[in-house]
């Protein structure tokens, strides 16, 4: 079982950035892949970011390219969303998620996540 707890979330003008934190509980965080989603009102939930199990590898969406980096501190239980340039149409909510099975090769999927954080708001106003 791995409990997640988002945090960093809040309102920030376009062109600023946020760092999202993402704290673990339980001894064996390296042992997943984590990974970012997000969801505006009215649409469905959408893949961000990930990253595998030793941070080696990541994987974003094309929008974010560039502007989003996603890293890990193990021996924290931590993954990191850093935003940098921050648009409109990234308001959200973002959620950090858990996912065993792609720890070697982070997944964009989010039904292949078994964990999931409560998540936290990301609103940038233009």
């Known amino acids: 079982q791995v409990q997640l707890a988002e945090s960093g979330g809040g309102l920030v003008q376009a062109g600023g950035s946020l760092r999202l934190s993402c704290a673990a509980s339980?001894?064996?965080?390296?042992?997943?892949?984590m990974g970012w989603f997000r969801q505006a009102p009215g649409k469905e939930r959408e893949f961000v970011a990930a990253i595998s199990g030793s941070g080696s590898t990541t994987n974003y969406r094309d929008s974010v390219k560039g502007r989003f980096t996603i890293s890990r501190d193990n021996p924290k239980n931590t993954v990191y969303l850093q935003m940098n340039s921050l648009k409109s149409e990234d308001t959200a909510v973002y959620y950090c998620?858990?996912?065993?099975?792609?720890?070697?090769?982070?997944?964009?999927?989010?039904?292949?996540?078994?964990?999931w954080g409560q998540g936290t708001q990301v609103t940038v106003s233009s």
């Open positions: 998620a858990a996912d065993a099975g792609g720890r070697s090769s982070p997944r964009t999927t989010s039904a292949r996540y078994d964990y």
């Open positions: 339980g001894r064996t965080f390296s042992f997943y892949a």
